[in-house]
């Protein structure tokens, strides 16, 4: 499904990552850990299109797909969807009229139907259960004012709404108390399901006894170092990230 | 005023006397007041950004002073081009309208469905001949030896709108004075002058547009007065949107009584050269005013807003938002003063002016100005210029919406800190289709 080949990426001129390799198979869950400066959110942004992130080498290809040839938006269209660390905040530009645009958008690029305000409307105040947003919310302008859980929620609910092949979650447990990282993790979970896969990245080991993933990697110094099943993420709690790296080194 | 100039004025002084000195219907006191005015606009002249002139400092109006233009003394057209019209009704067959062409009222396109019998809306030219006592106010309140522009409207004083609401009456209706130039081919200067008088404990809303019928290099020097008793609510909406090549000069002048309260919105899409002055003056104890403003321009337009606020009475409050939206090479200007007189303690007065610069060679003057005479009071004042928020665009985007229909978002967004303001429904889709069409207007352009 996604395959990620030796990709190398810089910003501002410093390279960040070098030489990242990745599989992740249709409806698997993947973690990505690793400590700050690791790479992870240039990762996420890398893949979802960020202007400001260059990348110098290598390859992501989505189904078949070169991503890296893509404009965000088509990015999204075909499917990959970056649930964002810092969600960012749009004075004056209302949640629903904001994510009826992406979603018709990527309806339209599909030639599937469009929906008019009101038929969004119902199927947004539906969806708005999974992470219990107060519907008053989605009238309000997009993460203003809103609290660091509810910007979180508010991700989610855009990822059940757009419905991506490919979710790219940015450390979507930052910053969160237990209660509002509950419901993240339950709206991620029902968001699982054999078509989609999931990329979800993290510094702690927490959100994966919610999620639990069928991979762990650990990403160190722009590069994937280890790569395993849960066991792994429960060794990094206990015994940190310190010396990850080293351990390729040997096993390579 | 030096020779060269002088021969810039002398055109409008010769058709004054061709066409209206002679007017026989008029009476003895607008005569009068016609003559002072033609005499102060001989003194004054057209302004120069000249150095030491502050208030015209940022906007050169020689391109206007020095326009030939076809039609000092625009007669009534013979046929109005109604279908053209469509773009500048607003509110169906609800709102109550009266449509001016070419500075002449047209009783055929006007309609007065939904407006209580003690209140008076006519044109001015027929208040001047039938009720002359309804208009006494007028020239009182707006003053015109601040510029040669108010002095040249009231010279040429022919005709306009005049709204009377008595006391405690409420209009539930807005009153739409529509403003067009109609002058095919030709080039024309038209003198729109607009009166309302609200009474004690009244209540209204007025939207004043201005427009064309047909695009031309046209000059529209329009005059408005705003006089609110003890208690009385208005709410005026002033919307510009001529062609690109139109010229646009305009004035306000707004007394408050007694804990009455002013509510204004200054709406310019037009004009290769747009000026507008609104002058309030908090007369009254307890009197209120929030002035919004959305300017928004492409190409070469230049468009100036200057905005003096007078805290004269204690406990009154202002407050102005004013924000641009500037493409291609053109240019915005916005001077807000507060002035709060000795006497006027516990004023509370602020003051935001925001834009943003959606092309590199686009450029804003932006500048408050507070003169505080009292030692009580609450001032505050920001400005800002800044570009699209290159993260805010990343996230629209990433959700898949395309770069051109997410910056129209994100413009939509800014502007809306203004628009949510306008509570009549027609009159904000109306700017909102102003927005959207300027934008691709300018899309196509890039």
Known sequence: MLEIRNLTASIGGNRVL?????????????????????????????LAGHPQYIVESGEAVLDGEDLLALPAEERARAGVFLCFQHPVEVPGVRLDQFLRAGYNAIHKSKGLEELDPLQFDRLLQGKAGIVNMEPSMLKRSVNDGFSGGEKKRNEILQMAMLEPRLSILDEPDSGLDVDSLRLVADGINQLRSPDRSVILITHYQRILNLVVPDVVNVLMGGRIVRTGGVELAEEIETEGYEGQDEVLQAQG | MTQKTATRERRYVEAWNDAIASAPDVSAELR?????????????????ARRGNEAWKYTDVAPIASADFDDLVPPLPVRVATEALDQ????????????????????SLTSLPSLPPQVTVTSLARAMSLHPHLVRDLGHYQSYDESGFTALNTAFLRDGAVLIVPHDTVVEEPIHFIYLSSSEGRSSVTQPRTLVSMGRNSKAAVIESYGALTDSASLTNAVSEFVLDEGAHLDAWRLQQHSAEAYHVGSAQVRLGRNSRFTSGAFDFGGAIARHTLSVALEGEGSECTLYGL??????????????????????????IYKGVLNGKSRGVFHGSITVQQAAQKTNAKQTDR???????????TKPALWIYADDVRCGHGAACGKLDDSALFYLQSRGIDEASAKRMLVHGFANEVLDHVGLTPLRVHLEQLITATLRSSERHA
């Open chain 1, 18 to 46: 070098n030489g990242v390799n990745l599989t992740v198979e249709r409806g698997e869950v993947h973690a990505i850990m690793g400590p700050n400066g690791s790479g992870k959110s240039t990762l996420s942004n890398v």
């Open chain 2, 32 to 48: 009068a007041l016609r003559e002072s005015a033609i005499a102060k606009f001989e003194e004054v002249g057209f302004p120069t």
């Open chain 2, 88 to 107: 500048h009704i607003m509110g169906g067959s609800v709102w109550n309208r009266m449509v001016f062409v070419d500075g002449h009222w047209v009783p």
């Open chain 2, 295 to 320: 300017y928004m321009t492409n190409g070469g337009q230049h468009v100036d807003n200057q905005v003096l606020v007078e805290h004269v009475a204690p406990h009154t409050t202002s407050e102005q």
């Open chain 2, 355 to 365: 834009n943003l610069l959606l092309s590199d060679e686009a450029e804003v003057d």
